[in-house]
């Protein structure tokens, strides 16, 4: 089993920054790709942006620029830098794990509780 576990979400101002914390543990050997989705009130969840473990990293064409993900294998945590943000950026956001490696095979579809952040003035 899985756990990831978020922080570092709250209220910002327009053109603030933030930054996302997700930290994964469990017994799993490793993890392919971790990353972060975000759901508005009203609309469905979407991919902000995911990193490999080999460093391969894609973003939403809404963050690119503004957002930088990162991960530290060894620690098996992922951030999510967040700049320039636009209130638009508004939502619940999501840590997720796919391509967890155990000793039973490959599992897929982690999620974390969620973290809020609100950007608003």
């Known amino acids: 089993q899985v756990q990831l576990v978020e922080s570092g979400g709250g209220l910002v101002q327009p053109g603030g920054s933030l930054r996302l914390s997700c930290a994964a543990s469990?017994?799993?050997?490793?993890?392919?790709?971790m990353g972060w989705y975000r759901q508005a009130p009203g609309k469905e969840r979407e991919l902000v942006a995911v990193?490999?473990?080999?460093?391969?990293?894609s973003y939403a064409d809404s963050v690119k620029g503004r957002f930088t993900i990162s991960r530290d294998n060894a620690k098996n945590t992922v951030d999510l830098q967040m700049n320039s943000l636009k209130p638009e950026d508004t939502a619940v956001y999501y840590c997720n794990a796919n391509g967890v490696y155990t000793a039973r095979g490959t599992s897929y579809g982690y999620w974390g509780q969620g973290t809020q952040v609100t950007v608003s003035s």
């Open positions: 469990g017994t799993f050997f490793g993890i392919n790709a």
């Open positions: 990193i490999t473990g080999g460093g391969y990293r």
